[in-house]
């Protein structure tokens, strides 16, 4: 049976608990991981074996919750001229994080594109609608 | 290096190392020298018991890939140790390797204390690592082509155990 969203939320809570060494009640879903939570680039990779595990019961060994590098944030978008300049993201690496990124609602991001800005797009809601994405294609 | 043997291995599973703790290493007369009157008390410093199983479990997670992948230590994710260890005891890091990909690797580990003096072996710690592949991980920098991370001190403690052909 398919969790339902308290229970990924609880299980991304737990996670990001111990991944962050927060407290419960700092997870909101309106929390940023990176300016909130207090998380640095290597938690991602944390971050993420943990929720593998926290999930891997919900899949078979067929179709597993394994998160790849890049999946939750595309590697080398700063670094590439064509997506991003003058510290904003162009057209093509606007179109690029949304192709790659469908869980993150851009909505408010996108009237700016400011680099800077782009830790505030990771929030516990974030995480929580990946978790729901994958488990989704999994049990499908 | 702050282990001294391979005494277990399972290739991309587990590798177990031990340590004995001398009073003949200089470390352990800073930690703690006498002072005043409190006469000394050493111990093996603890960060250097966490340095111990991120040895342990960095050559487990190296060992996966025949040693081609720079392994660095980015996150101790917990680490809690109980127990003091004295010089003429050794210690005994247990790593397993937990999660793993292109971009680095989890592992978990026990640690205990063997006191040879009632032959008694008790676990003293566990501690949680994650290590990072640097070369697939550090966004538009280089490192050296060479492996500079798996040393000679390393291939030594490897060839010891017997376990020389993983570095092929």
């Known amino acids: 049976m398919a969790l339902s969203r308290t229970e990924v939320e609880s299980r991304v809570a737990s996670v990001l608990e ?5 407290d419960a009640d700092e997870i909101t879903p309106e929390a940023t991981l990176i300016n909130d939570l207090g998380a640095e680039s290597i938690d991602f990779l944390d971050i993420s074996f943990q929720l593998e ?6 899949c078979s ?8 590098q890049g999946e939750l944030f595309p590697e080398n978008v700063l670094n590439d001229p064509e997506l991003v300049e003058d510290g904003r993201l162009t057209d093509n690496g606007m179109a690029l994080l949304k192709e790659k990124m469908p869980h993150v609602d851009f909505s408010d991001f996108e009237s700016d594109r400011s680099v800077g800005k782009i830790p505030e797009l990771f929030t516990v809601k974030t995480l929580v609608d990946f978790c729901e994405r994958k488990l989704a294609l999994c049990a499908a | ?17 031990v340590k004995n703790v001398s009073l003949s290493e200089d470390h352990i007369h800073d930690h703690f020298p006498a002072q005043g009157e409190k006469s000394a008390m050493p111990v093996m410093p603890n960060s250097l018991i966490v340095e111990g199983m991120a040895q342990t479990a960095g050559i487990l997670v190296g060992s996966v890939n ?3 992948e720079k392994v660095v230590l980015a996150k101790i994710t917990r680490a809690v140790i109980e127990r003091d260890v004295l010089p003429g005891r050794t210690i005994r890091y247990d790593a397993s390797l937990e999660r793993m990909d292109s971009a680095g690797a989890a592992t978990t580990g026990t640690i205990e204390m063997l006191d040879h003096s009632t032959g008694e072996a008790t676990l003293i710690g566990r501690v949680e690592l994650v290590f990072s592949h640097i070369d697939n991980n550090m966004s538009g920098m280089e490192f050296p082509e060479h492996n500079f991370v798996f040393s ?5 403690i490897l060839k010891s155990a017997g376990l020389e052909s993983l570095c092929d």
């Open chain 2, 66 to 68: 025949g040693f081609r």
């Open chain 2, 152 to 156: 000679d001190n390393f291939r030594t």
């Open chain 1, 53 to 58: 595990k926290a999930f891997e019961d919900e």
């Open chain 1, 18 to 22: 111990e991944a962050l060494g927060v």
């Open chain 1, 61 to 68: 060994p067929e179709t597993p919750f394994k998160i790849e």
């Open chain 2, 1 to 17: 290096m702050w282990i001294d043997a391979i005494t277990d291995f399972e290739s991309g599973k587990r590798l177990v190392a």
